[in-house]
């Protein structure tokens, strides 16, 4: 099982400001399974990228993805007021099972 | 556009049964692998289960393996999680997820999740 570890698990940020978020895989996720997900308060999930870097339909451009083998980030080059909210990613290059990162929540500062 | 609807959660109590539906629309159905994905209160996403599009090959997380049965009515558009031997652990909202790209072999299932539906809430108590 490949597990994933997200850090920090909360980061506290101000409008505008640059946000990195980072996923480590306890082993090389292949062909850079990796994507990420937003989720507000009382909503379901949504998928931000996927492929490591590649943005999903109708995602903004300052969401952006890198990384590959074991170390990934999501970056979010201004936050805007609706993107404070919780971040997972999720690897789907090993299964079963697949498995989630235990969350980054951007708070706002 | 693509709409996912669940249904079916509850209070149930230890070592009882419940049976989740997820309807789907806005998309070819029987083309695309589905999975549940669970969230217990205050806590982060926990795969549960995926299902092929032919309905052939089915996968479980360690967890429910044995308890939880996962199935789909292409005919319908729906996909279903029979729960059964319920634990206070398995309280969580459940979501219906679609599944985006990779594939699904006879063992593994390799997918991402580009849809969600607004979830179900399941309470194992007595």
């Known amino acids: 099982e490949i597990v994933l570890t997200q850090s920090p698990g909360t980061v506290s940020l101000s409008p505008g400001e640059r946000a990195t978020l980072s996923c480590r895989a306890s082993?090389?996720?292949?062909?850079?399974?990796l994507a990420w997900y937003q989720q507000k308060l009382g909503q379901a999930p949504r998928l931000l990228i996927y492929g490591a870097s590649s943005r999903a339909t109708g995602i903004p451009d300052r969401f952006s993805g890198s990384g590959s083998g074991t170390d990934f980030t999501l970056t979010i080059s201004r936050l805007e007021p609706e993107d404070f909210a919780v971040y997972y990613c999720?690897?789907?290059?090993?299964?079963?099972?697949?498995?989630f990162g235990g969350g980054t929540r951007v708070e706002i500062k | 556009e693509v709409h996912l609807l669940e249904s079916g959660g509850g209070l149930v109590q230890p070592g009882g049964s419940l049976r989740l539906a997820c309807a789907a629309s806005g998309f070819t159905f029987s083309s695309y692998a589905m999975s549940w994905v669970r969230q217990a209160p205050g806590k982060g996403l926990e795969w549960v289960s995926a299902i092929s599009g032919s309905g052939g090959n089915t996968y479980y997380a360690d967890s429910v393996k044995g308890r939880f049965t996962i199935s789909r009515d292409n005919s319908k558009n729906t996909l279903y999680l029979q729960m059964n031997s319920l634990r206070a652990e398995d309280t969580a909202v459940y979501y219906c997820?679609?599944?985006?790209?990779?594939?699904?072999?006879?063992?593994?299932?390799?997918?991402?999740?580009?849809?969600w539906g607004q979830g179900t809430l399941v309470t194992v108590s007595s």
């Open positions: 999720q690897q789907y290059g090993s299964s079963p099972p697949l498995t």
């Open positions: 997820a679609k599944g985006m790209l990779g594939y699904c072999s006879s063992t593994s299932c390799y997918i991402s999740f580009d849809y």
């Open positions: 082993q090389s996720v292949s062909s850079s399974s």
